[in-house]
């Protein structure tokens, strides 16, 4: 089954390839590894919600955000390399949460990314991972998430 | 001598290779890198210490704690690779110290880690390295670890 | 025309190589990548501007900032591989902006590190990015850039 159709199973969609908001590229390829910019939850261009987890946005809501940064870098993937069946291996997802001080759970709300990374790869989509708390991300997103992907020659 | 005799020598063991707080791995093999998951200063599975350094956390303390993450991430190579003899180089360290705003110290308390890395591997740890102070950690420890590492064919 | 005399051509001079505040060095490389350790805007081995952007520091203040980070890691590659032109691509860009918690425009500081890059390496400057507002830097620094760069054989 392919990438699409896994993602289709849980009812998610690719979408159009976010636009960075400033002079950088989604995505750059160096040998089989492909460094992705920072994904924002980005939705036609908007964020669906904005400020920071453990304020004014609830782990729940910044879980489901999480999900859409982890589609937009699938989406960003594809714009590159065009076939994601190239895809061997999600390597390395970071997942920034802005967060404050005392909201200590950024993993809960990063397996957001995780798990659709999970069905749309399966075992390919098995990575190493870091959550981090930070203090504020662009546009006021409550999360960002950055993955290395390795793909076939 | 031997990556672990070294690291006796200063009186440190490698533990059992700490478990991931979500749905990761501790470490994904792409070519010749190894990138290592975030590694907390888990002891036994539990954390020593909670809270923000120049808070209630001293820099002295998260020093102690960041040579943990730096054990806890030898031991996830050995994990994946067996031999911790095939490492080539540490290529790459980041340590995330939960600070609050005014403490502005991080590359003391990230030295912990640092100094582990050179006493395990000699030349071969000598690495590059970012140190950041982030808003917050996963279950409120003090400092997490993030290694990029080069092994043999 | 090389790399130095289009940083010249905006008035930039590639430093002597920034040290390191801490036990580690500028650049490590892997294969055909180098990983910067985190480039503070260190002129002359002193900042010539502290806080927090958003608080302090103008955001900018910050742009001007990032751009010194920049070249301070452009001076950090040389300094390893001795010949700016065996560089193939800026891979990948990552700025952290010690932000209070309602500056949500780093990218706009980050900026100021991009357009260095593309003004020195043209289209081989073209990279991917992260841009994060973390809670404090070391040094008190405003602004810390990380690069990840391709160079030839």
Redesign the interface.
């Known amino acids: 089954m392919s990438v699409e159709s896994r993602l289709a199973e849980i009812g998610l969609t690719l979408p159009e390839i976010a636009t960075?908001?400033?002079?950088?590229?989604?995505?750059?390829r160096?040998?089989?590894?492909i460094?992705?910019?920072?994904q924002l939850p980005m939705v036609n261009g908007e964020l669906p919600q904005?400020g920071?987890v453990g304020g004014t946005v609830t782990p729940d809501e910044a879980h489901e955000l999480a999900k859409i940064c982890a589609l937009n870098g699938i989406a960003a993937v594809k714009g590159l390399i065009g076939d994601l069946e190239k895809v061997?291996?999600i390597?390395?997802?970071t997942g920034?949460v802005?967060?404050?001080?005392?909201?200590?759970?950024?993993?809960?709300v990063?397996?957001g990314a995780?798990?659709v990374l999970?069905q749309a790869f399966g075992d390919k989509g098995?990575?190493?991972?870091?959550?981090?708390?930070?203090?504020?991300?662009?546009?006021?997103?409550p999360v960002?998430v950055?993955l290395?992907v390795?793909v076939a020659e």
Chains 1, 2, 3 share one sequence.
Not at 30 to 33: A, D, F, Q, T, V
Not at 35 to 38: R, V
Not at 98 to 104: E, K, N, Q, R, T
């Open positions: 960075p908001v400033a002079a950088y590229v989604p995505a750059v160096s040998g089989n590894l460094f992705l910019s920072g904005t920071k061997v291996r390597v390395k997802v920034f802005a967060s404050v001080p005392d909201f200590v759970s950024a993993p809960v990063v397996n995780s798990n999970l098995v990575h190493a991972r870091s959550s981090l708390g930070v203090a504020a991300l662009p546009l006021d997103a960002e950055e290395i390795e």
